[in-house]
């Protein structure tokens, strides 16, 4: 064994789980950031259908009821 290897021994297996840990850290830190973005963007879609009155709902199709429906959802469905 080489002195290069001596020197890296355990520690080159460290820094790869560590790594390792870093990466699954920030995969889990990115997938909830986008799932906080989608929730805001339905909370504020849903605020947006809220104002809008019954003839414009109707004008998109969308039944006055359906949209109350839809308004009282919570921002995570």
């Given at each position: 064994?080489?002195?290069?290897?001596t020197?890296?021994?355990?520690?080159?297996?460290?820094?790869?789980a560590?790594?390792s840990?870093n990466?699954?850290?920030l995969h889990?830190?990115?997938a909830?950031?986008r799932w906080?973005?989608?929730?805001?963007?339905k909370?504020?879609?849903?605020?947006?259908l809220?104002?809008?009155?019954n003839d414009l709902?109707n004008?998109?199709g969308?039944?006055?009821?359906?949209a109350?429906?839809?308004i009282?959802?919570?921002?995570?469905?």
């Open positions: 064994m080489s002195t290069i290897d020197i890296r021994g355990s520690g080159g297996a460290e820094s790869h560590a790594r840990q990466s699954g850290l889990t830190a990115s909830l950031i906080f973005g989608n929730a805001m963007t909370r504020r879609t849903r605020m947006h809220s104002e809008l009155s709902l004008d998109v969308i039944e006055p009821a359906e109350r429906r839809e009282k959802r919570f921002f995570w469905n």
